[in-house]
């Protein structure tokens, strides 16, 4: 049985959804912040976000919420313009874009992360990120 709860993607209704809550700094995003960490053989599926800027963010090009694959998939970017001081992104609310790992498995044994693309930000202090994501592990 699928369904989806308000807010959420789609998953699977024995599927325990979780979260993972946390504010990153500006230092972190720049570096690139690991949100949840890869586990051998478990697939992550992201199901919902909630990303938040504290103050304005300047000079780099985006901020992803993405996978840590070699070659990331994205869930989300949000780019400069719109990574302002409070804007909320959330599914359905602010403008942004989903990218194609969002309501679907990720690459196999890898975590999620959240990011930035093109030089260091500045002037922002840091962003609220909640991601909501479901689990599944090879072979069960």
Not at 113 to 140: E, H, N
């Amino acid at each position: 049985m699928s369904r989806k709860i308000p807010g959420l993607g789609q998953h699977n209704a024995n599927e325990l959804v979780q979260a993972v809550v946390t504010t990153a700094t500006l230092a972190q995003i720049n570096a690139g912040l690991t949100l949840v960490p890869a586990e051998a053989s478990v697939t992550l599926k992201p199901v919902g976000y909630l990303v938040i800027p504290n103050g304005s963010f300047a000079a780099l090009t985006d901020i992803r919420l993405s996978d840590t694959a070699d070659t990331p998939v994205d869930i989300l970017t949000i780019a400069q313009a719109q990574a302002g001081d409070g804007v909320v992104h959330t599914v359905g609310v602010g403008t942004h874009t989903r990218g194609a790992g969002f309501a679907v498995d990720l690459t196999e044994g890898k975590g999620i992360q959240i990011r930035k693309t093109g030089s260091a930000g500045t002037t922002a202090t840091d962003a609220l990120v909640i991601v909501w994501f479901t689990k599944s592990v090879a072979g069960q």
